[in-house]
């Protein structure tokens, strides 16, 4: 059974960075999955943020976060991150990561960690 648990999140200032991680368990390899980052903020519809396919670390990025959101993952422990700097009060939500085969299927997601900006 596939399993993912995000981590990472905090309190943080406005211009301050967090780095959130994703632990995935019940799959051998990632090699061919797309992991992503989505973020939902009170009474708002979850939103995409990033995501990375594992087996040539190719990303994409939504607009509100390119150029301070950066998506990595390390393949010898098959965790995806997310780097965040210069972090805004705009940022404020529950960060969930996700996974999906790139054939399609079912989508596996964690159950989210807080990010709070505070101005």
């Known amino acids: 059974q596939v399993g993912l648990a995000d981590s990472g999140g905090g309190l943080v200032q406005a211009g301050g960075s967090l780095r959130l991680s994703c632990a995935v368990s019940?799959?051998?390899?990632?090699?061919?999955?797309?992991t992503d980052w989505f973020r939902q903020a009170p009474e708002v519809q979850r939103v995409f943020v990033a995501k990375i396919y594992w087996n040539n670390a190719s990303s994409v990025y939504a607009d509100s976060v390119k150029g301070r959101f950066t998506i990595s993952r390390d393949n010898a422990d098959n965790t995806p991150y997310l780097e965040m700097s210069n972090l805004k009060p705009g940022d404020t939500a529950m960060y969930y990561c996700s996974l999906i085969h790139k054939g399609g299927g079912a989508r596996y997601w964690g159950k989210g960690t807080l990010v709070t900006v505070s101005s």
């Open positions: 019940g799959l051998a390899t990632l090699r061919s999955y797309i």
